[in-house]
């Protein structure tokens, strides 16, 4: 029983320290885009997009915050990085 909740335990920190990385991530891109766009070599990138993508993940990070025990927020950032990635990849065709 010990052994699981230890689990548990190590998910939840896990999942806080991921929230608070999105959150991080979010700020700068929030506040910052057009530093984030040069500093992932799209210097063209629209500072708008940056921007939305930001607050997603400040959203994202603060509802993992909120419940570090739902797998829900976890996925839903996940798919979150999946737009992320989606954007990122279109900037370098």
Same mark, same amino acid.
């Given at each position: 029983m010990q052994?699981?909740?230890?689990q548990r335990?190590?998910?939840e920190q896990l999942a806080?320290?991921?929230g608070w990385?999105?959150? @991080?991530? @979010?700020?700068?891109?929030l506040l910052a885009p057009r530093s984030v766009a040069r500093a992932i070599g799209m210097p063209d990138a629209s500072g708008g997009v940056l921007q939305a993508l930001g607050t997603r993940e400040?959203?994202?990070?603060?509802a993992i915050l909120a419940q570090p025990d739902n797998p829900t927020w976890l996925w839903s950032r996940v @798919?979150?990085? @999946?737009?992320?990635l989606a954007y990122l990849s279109s900037g370098f065709q």
């Open positions: 052994h699981h909740e230890d335990r190590k998910a806080v320290g991921l990385f999105s959150i @991080g991530l @979010g700020l700068t891109e400040i959203a994202n990070g603060i @798919g979150g990085d @999946g737009l992320d």
